[in-house]
């Protein structure tokens, strides 16, 4: 027995903390990726094509294949430097959902109301796993892959992912799975850093990782959105540590000005060790959800000032392509990537000697 003296003994950690360590820890996720493929990673398997049902929403899933055939077709990166992530099984989903969360994608009528499908109510369940859930799953397994690229190599971008609708314990606006508030846990535990910065630049609010980090000082959160759009979750709102809440039809220069004035403010009140940084393309003028007007070069230079922006403090960065609805997001997405590589704020490796 420990004499009165003694120092008393660290308090254990929660139950439910404890476990969520565990499952992190035995994760597979965290693949080694050799130093000569670019830490850009994408998998075919992220492709949406589900009996033609995909069409029926005006998300284009087919986008993030484009984006590497664009890249890849181009010379700008080789077919072989992109990192094929491993789909996350439930033990990795249970890091942040609860069991009944999980086990409400059974219905296949709760899925069809998660990504705004009616007629996936009607398919049976077994059919929309694989053809739906499991290239999110894929995905959500990228975006917790690309978390340890940013630390190892300073930045990265996962060609998918980016779901900012969807917490612990709901799902909706085509978003299944809490990729942004996996990738973040899984980062606190195995890159052992303690403060992360979200900045969310999709066009809607990311009411999902907001609930998620209701609270906690380790995440600061800057969301720049259309306030007049969905969600309208007025609860997760309280949860933004910097609102930026823009009107329909802002423009390009308005746009860029807020962002400039945002990131200034940010980098006063937080030093992160991980930026994530959701890069939705829905903010592209004739989105038919987003209801902004900003040019394709906008979106470029958006881009472009959040990665100097982690560049210049050296901060990892990690990119998800997140939301955007028109079949020109691929290329403007793909323009963005090469603007970075141009600009030697990304190095993707695509020197052929």
Known sequence: MASSSSS?????????????????????????????????????????????????????????????????????????????????????????????????????????????????????????????????????????????LALERGWSINVGGGFHHCSAEEGGGFCAYADISLCIQFSFVRLNISSVLIIDLDAHQGNGHEKDFANDGRVYILDMYNAGIYPFDFTAKQYIDQKVELVSGTKTDEYLEQLDNALEVCKSRFQPQLIVYNAGTDILDGDPLGKLEISPEGVVTRDEKVFRFAKDQNIPVLMLTSGGYMKSSARVIADSIINLSNKNLIELGNQLG
């Open 8 to 148: 008393p003994a660290p308090a254990p950690a929660p139950a439910g903390e404890s476990l969520r360590q565990k499952r992190i820890l035995s994760s597979k996720l965290y693949l080694d990726v050799p130093s000569s493929k670019a830490p850009v990673v994408y998998s075919p398997a992220y492709d949406i094509s589900f009996l033609g049902l995909e069409k029926l929403h005006p998300f284009e899933s087919a986008k993030w294949g484009r984006i590497c055939r664009y890249l890849t077709r181009e010379g700008h990166l080789e077919k072989k430097k992109l990192v094929e992530p491993l789909e996350a099984c439930k033990e990795d989903l249970l890091v942040v959902h609860t069991e009944a969360y999980l086990n409400s994608l059974k219905s296949s009528y709760r899925v069809a109301s998660i990504v705004e499908v009616p007629p996936v109510s009607l398919v049976p369940n077994w059919i929309v796993h694989k053809k739906l859930l499991y290239p999110f799953r894929k995905q959500v397994g990228g975006s917790i892959l690309s978390a340890k």
